[in-house]
T-cell receptor
Framework: ELKVEQNPLFLSMQEGKNYTIYCNYSTTSDRLYWYRQDPGKSLESLFV?????AVKQEGRLMASLDTKARLSTLHITAAVHDLSATYFCAVDNSNSGYALNFGKGTSLLVTP | EAGVAQSPRYKIIEKRQSVAFWCNPI?????LYWYQQILGQGPKLLIQFQNNGVVDDSQLPKDRFSAERLKGVDSTLKIQPAKLEDSAVYLC???????????FGPGTRLTVT
């Protein structure tokens, strides 16, 4: 069974600060995804990481992937209130028919 | 391009009642997924279709849940009878094919009282 662990599960940070969310997974995966979910809303795709060493950036968010360590990070730079949301990482592989296996999510609150 | 459509958006039922959810995937998408997201958790796969065939339903509680995808397009997910622990958001997602990125619908929030 493909397991995905995120930490921290809850994160309160001040505007302007930097922080990193970690995502570990248990077995080889084909792809790693990061999603954002606002309260009462569906999942918004942020990044898809395909290969070892992959790095993608969008605005204040940067995601990276280390397939050897089975670790992905989502780095937040100079946080702003609009980034407050829950962030999920998910992985898929051919053994699971490419269905997504999600972590429990990291609930981020950015305060003034 | 229209996104994944789901209805209803909200549903409140009493335990032991039945309920059905509908999903219309993005046009041309062969793969369709139903996920269950319990409050405070990540989504969990219930069932995956490839066209009108089932790829994986290993986590579907088959004593009460059923799903079908007629003609390989729209899909319905049914719960009968519902239990309190079925309270969750039910997300439908579709992808062009098995290996392509999934796109999620807005979800149906079910409350069982």
């Amino acid at each position: 069974e493909l397991k995905v662990e995120q930490n921290p599960l809850f994160l309160s940070m001040q505007e302007g600060k930097n922080y990193t969310i970690y995502c570990n997974y248990s077995t080889t995966s084909d792809r790693l995804y990061w999603y954002r979910q606002d309260p009462g809303k569906s999942l918004e795709s942020l990044f898809v990481l395909l290969s070892n060493g992959a790095v993608k950036q969008e605005g204040r968010l940067m995601a990276s992937l280390d397939t050897k360590a089975r670790l992905s990070t989502l780095h937040i730079t100079a946080a702003v209130h609009d980034l407050s949301a829950t962030y999920f990482c998910a992985v898929d592989n051919s053994n699971s028919g490419y269905a997504l296996n999600f972590g429990k999510g990291t609930s981020l609150l950015v305060t003034p | 391009e229209a996104g994944v459509a789901q209805s209803p958006r909200y549903k409140i039922i009493e335990k032991r009642q039945s309920v059905a959810f509908w999903c219309n995937p993005i046009s041309g998408h062969a793969t369709l997924y139903w996920y269950q997201q319990i409050l405070g958790q990540g989504p969990k796969l219930l069932i995956q279709f490839q066209n009108n065939g089932v790829v994986d339903d290993s986590q579907l509680p088959k004593d009460r849940f059923s799903a079908e995808r007629l003609k390989g397009v729209d899909s319905t997910l049914k719960i009968q009878p519902a239990k309190l622990e079925d309270s969750a958001v039910y997300l439908c997602a579709s992808s062009r094919d098995l290996t392509y990125e999934q796109y999620f619908g807005p979800g149906t929030r079910l409350t069982v009282t």
